[in-house]
């Protein structure tokens, strides 16, 4: 059973550092699972992008199907992320095996995507896991994202964890609310609503 507080029905970010822009996502959670409609328009290294997604979960917070909808000045695409909950996936109808084993889509655009990991795994203050994804570039490619999760003591009533991801050779304090959606995401993003 989830232990996060109920989901807002709107929430906001305001990217920063890495690319300009901002990004807004309509939720709902019930007995079946999460649904996020999110949209993102933003400039990154000069080139501005508008993404449009729409996410559902299973009740065990385990990506079921993800639709993302990209603009770029040089092209636009329509993308269907499929998982089956255990680990297997397609991507448009094409079976993905170099995603075996992942149960999150992440997308490269979007702050609240890292949210999905969190309400799944539910860490205890001191537990750390694994958290590959199904991560999805700005350009539309799916690739496979190893990443993990190592939840931090924290004071207020939200999370903390301490991320890493060793391809992009990142590592950082990521603070959520108690809901589990990220508040600050270092270089990235940060909560606006």
């Given at each position: 059973?989830?232990?996060?507080?109920?989901?807002?029905?709107?929430?906001?970010?305001?990217?920063?550092?890495?690319?300009?822009?901002?990004?807004?996502?309509?939720?709902?959670?019930?007995?079946?699972?999460?649904?996020?409609?999110?949209?993102?328009?933003?400039?990154?290294?000069?080139?501005?992008?508008?993404?449009?997604?729409?996410?559902?979960?299973?009740?065990?917070?385990?990506?079921?199907?993800?639709?993302?909808?990209?603009?770029?000045?040089?092209?636009?695409?329509?993308?269907?992320?499929?998982?089956?909950?255990?680990?297997?996936?397609?991507?448009?109808?094409?079976?993905?095996?170099?995603?075996?084993?992942?149960?999150?889509?992440?997308?490269?655009?979007?702050?609240?995507?890292?949210?999905?990991?969190v309400r799944r795994l539910a860490l205890s203050v001191g537990e750390d896991a694994p958290a590959p994804a199904a991560y999805v570039r700005l350009d539309g490619?799916?690739?496979?994202?190893?990443?993990?999760?190592?939840?931090?003591?924290?004071?207020?009533?939200?999370?903390?964890?301490?991320?890493?991801?060793?391809?992009?050779?990142?590592?950082?304090?990521?603070?959520?609310?108690?809901?589990?959606?990220?508040?600050?995401?270092?270089?990235?993003?940060?909560?606006?609503?």
């Amino acid at each position: 059973m989830d232990r996060h507080a109920e989901l807002p029905a709107v929430a906001a970010w305001t990217q920063r550092d890495a690319r300009d822009g901002f990004e807004v996502v309509f939720m709902r959670a019930d007995a079946t699972g999460l649904r996020l409609e999110g949209h993102v328009s933003a400039v990154e290294e000069g080139l501005p992008h508008a993404v449009r997604y729409v996410i559902a979960t299973d009740a065990r917070v385990r990506t079921r199907n993800a639709r993302i909808w990209g603009r770029l000045p040089e092209r636009t695409y329509e993308l269907s992320v499929e998982g089956d909950g255990e680990g297997t996936w397609t991507v448009d109808g094409v079976a993905a095996p170099h995603l075996d084993g992942v149960l999150d889509v992440d997308l490269e655009a979007s702050a609240c995507t890292n949210a999905l990991p969190v309400r799944r795994l539910a860490l205890s203050v001191g537990e750390d896991a694994p958290a590959p994804a199904a991560y999805v570039r700005l350009d539309g490619a799916v690739e496979r994202l190893e990443q993990g999760y190592v939840r931090l003591p924290h004071d207020g009533a939200g999370e903390r964890y301490d991320y890493t991801s060793p391809r992009f050779d990142f590592r950082g304090l990521l603070a959520y609310d108690a809901a589990g959606l990220i508040l600050d995401y270092p270089g990235i993003a940060v909560r606006a609503y």
